[in-house]
């Protein structure tokens, strides 16, 4: 509470706050483990219970969890919704926005609801002013957006530098465990995940938690990469619309409703996304190339470098001419498949747009394709065709090795590329006249 917190000096800040009393679950003398309370840093719920639920309950008082993304993605969205959410249970909470006036923190909060009274906000870069802040207001919880965008004035380098974050990041750890308050640092992340600053701060912090979706699209994926307080497999899922980002309880809307059933090109791939299936339309389109001009291949959430190695292989192992065409590929509704369990679904939705042979339109396929046209093993088949046969999809071509599916689904097993794309595309025998 209020009255047992103060602006700690520097020589807390340096030493005898990380180790004195006040630091959470610390002890001074070793314990048996029963003596230890399990109950005592429970997580406290933001109050969006998606994310609640990709916590494992909430946020835990004095830990600090690194909220990852691209720009753009919905990173300051998210948390000021939760900020607004805790604060308008009756909790104060404090934003420190490095990267927005704060007009426009106060314009953003009015589209996204009424302005709760006990959301404060540190409208600065410098984080000297941090630990004063934190004895005024005593929040229930701490929000620094962007990591990249403050500076700790004793260290040196510019704001975003790698000397720059990892003190700062030193600090907010620091009086997260000083204050036992729940601290959440937002970083972007680059396209290509390079960024130095996030990616060396993973270890710095207890939960990494990164937010996914294409900003053209409305789909948002929210998952634990790291977690100290619970497991990282679950996978919270938002849809951005014009008052922030509200849970999708149906995602099959976004990412199958505008599918056309019957459309040569497309092939659905129940996708493992953390521990989650979630079935994705993948889509392939080919064209000749223009004469004296190199092919062009695009990939939009598909793997560019596999859809490289699986026009090789339908070319050289499976028979299916791709050459002298340009080749452009996506998964559907801003959902990104870079798993190689996705190989089959590519490279036969590849194959329907070369030989322009629509799949059957409830087949779902996944499996790795090898250089030698076999198709491999991939983890979770279990719960890739139960989540289809959920949805309504009554046939799988799936690897030998694939255990058979769920009751109302015929499982068709396959050996190599050849093979399924002369079953998927009707070349051969047709899929549901047994394997
Ligand atoms: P933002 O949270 O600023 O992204 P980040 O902090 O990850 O960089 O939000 C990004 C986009 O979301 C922005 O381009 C506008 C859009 N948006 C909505 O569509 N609806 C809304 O209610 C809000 C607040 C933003
Ligand atoms: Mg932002």
Redesign the pocket.
């Given at each position: 509470m209020a009255q047992s917190r103060r602006t700690p000096g520097p020589q807390e800040l340096l030493g005898e706050g990380l180790f004195g009393p006040d630091r959470g679950g610390a002890t001074e003398r070793a314990l048996a483990l029963d003596e230890v309370d399990p109950t005592q840093s429970g997580p406290v719920p933001t109050g969006l219970a998606e994310l609640d639920r990709v916590l494992g309950g909430g946020l835990v008082p004095g830990s600090v969890t690194l909220l990852g993304?691209?720009?753009?993605?919905?990173?300051?969205?998210?948390l000021?919704q939760v900020l607004a959410s805790m604060a308008s249970a009756g909790a104060p909470v404090l934003l420190v926005s490095a990267?927005e006036s704060a007009q426009q923190v106060r314009r953003?909060a009015e589209?996204?609801g009424p302005l709760p009274a006990g959301l404060m906000l540190l409208a600065t870069t410098d984080l000297s002013g941090l630990p004063a802040a934190l004895a005024d207001t005593a929040p229930a919880l701490v929000v620094v957006?962007?990591i990249q965008a403050v500076f700790d004035p004793a260290a040196a380098g510019t704001p975003g530098s790698l000397g720059q974050v990892r003190a700062c990041t030193d600090l907010i750890v620091h009086l997260a465990k000083l204050h036992r308050v729940p601290m959440v640092v937002?970083g972007?992340v680059t396209k290509e995940g390079t960024l130095a600053g996030p990616r060396t701060l993973e270890h710095l912090v207890d939960t990494v938690l990164g937010?996914e979706g294409d900003?053209h699209h409305a789909l948002r994926t929210v998952r634990a990469t790291k977690h100290r307080f619970g497991p990282t497999g679950e996978l919270g899922l938002f849809e951005?619309?014009?008052?922030?980002?509200a849970a999708v309880t149906d995602p099959y809307r976004l990412l199958l409703g505008d599918r056309r059933p019957g459309a040569s090109g497309s092939a659905v791939l129940p996708a493992m996304q953390g521990q989650r299936a979630l079935l994705v339309e993948v889509q392939a389109l080919t064209s000749r190339t223009a004469p004296e001009t190199p092919s062009r291949r695009s990939a939009q959430g598909v793997d560019g470098g596999r859809l490289a190695l699986l026009l090789a292989v339908l070319e050289q192992r499976a028979g299916v001419s791709v050459m002298r065409t340009d080749v452009f590929a996506s998964a559907v509704g801003g959902i990104r498949v870079l798993e190689p369990a996705a190989d089959l679904a590519l490279a036969l939705a590849l194959a329907s747009a070369v030989t322009d042979r629509a799949l059957p339109p409830d087949l779902v396929v996944f499996g790795e394709v090898g250089l030698g046209g076999e198709i491999r093993q991939v983890p979770h088949a279990p719960r890739r065709l139960a989540e289809a046969a959920r949805v309504g999809f009554r046939h799988a071509l799936v690897p030998e090795s694939c255990p058979d599916g769920p009751a109302g689904m015929e499982v068709v097993h396959v050996r190599s590329l050849a093979q399924a794309v002369a079953l998927a595309t009707g070349s051969s025998a047709p899929l549901d006249g047994g394997d």
């Amino acid at each position: 509470m209020a009255q047992s917190r103060r602006t700690p000096g520097p020589q807390e800040l340096l030493g005898e706050g990380l180790f004195g009393p006040d630091r959470g679950g610390a002890t001074e003398r070793a314990l048996a483990l029963d003596e230890v309370d399990p109950t005592q840093s429970g997580p406290v719920p933001t109050g969006l219970a998606e994310l609640d639920r990709v916590l494992g309950g909430g946020l835990v008082p004095g830990s600090v969890t690194l909220l990852g993304g691209e720009p753009g993605v919905g990173k300051s969205t998210l948390l000021l919704q939760v900020l607004a959410s805790m604060a308008s249970a009756g909790a104060p909470v404090l934003l420190v926005s490095a990267e927005e006036s704060a007009q426009q923190v106060r314009r953003r909060a009015e589209r996204l609801g009424p302005l709760p009274a006990g959301l404060m906000l540190l409208a600065t870069t410098d984080l000297s002013g941090l630990p004063a802040a934190l004895a005024d207001t005593a929040p229930a919880l701490v929000v620094v957006d962007s990591i990249q965008a403050v500076f700790d004035p004793a260290a040196a380098g510019t704001p975003g530098s790698l000397g720059q974050v990892r003190a700062c990041t030193d600090l907010i750890v620091h009086l997260a465990k000083l204050h036992r308050v729940p601290m959440v640092v937002v970083g972007h992340v680059t396209k290509e995940g390079t960024l130095a600053g996030p990616r060396t701060l993973e270890h710095l912090v207890d939960t990494v938690l990164g937010v996914e979706g294409d900003r053209h699209h409305a789909l948002r994926t929210v998952r634990a990469t790291k977690h100290r307080f619970g497991p990282t497999g679950e996978l919270g899922l938002f849809e951005m619309n014009d008052s922030g980002l509200a849970a999708v309880t149906d995602p099959y809307r976004l990412l199958l409703g505008d599918r056309r059933p019957g459309a040569s090109g497309s092939a659905v791939l129940p996708a493992m996304q953390g521990q989650r299936a979630l079935l994705v339309e993948v889509q392939a389109l080919t064209s000749r190339t223009a004469p004296e001009t190199p092919s062009r291949r695009s990939a939009q959430g598909v793997d560019g470098g596999r859809l490289a190695l699986l026009l090789a292989v339908l070319e050289q192992r499976a028979g299916v001419s791709v050459m002298r065409t340009d080749v452009f590929a996506s998964a559907v509704g801003g959902i990104r498949v870079l798993e190689p369990a996705a190989d089959l679904a590519l490279a036969l939705a590849l194959a329907s747009a070369v030989t322009d042979r629509a799949l059957p339109p409830d087949l779902v396929v996944f499996g790795e394709v090898g250089l030698g046209g076999e198709i491999r093993q991939v983890p979770h088949a279990p719960r890739r065709l139960a989540e289809a046969a959920r949805v309504g999809f009554r046939h799988a071509l799936v690897p030998e090795s694939c255990p058979d599916g769920p009751a109302g689904m015929e499982v068709v097993h396959v050996r190599s590329l050849a093979q399924a794309v002369a079953l998927a595309t009707g070349s051969s025998a047709p899929l549901d006249g047994g394997d």
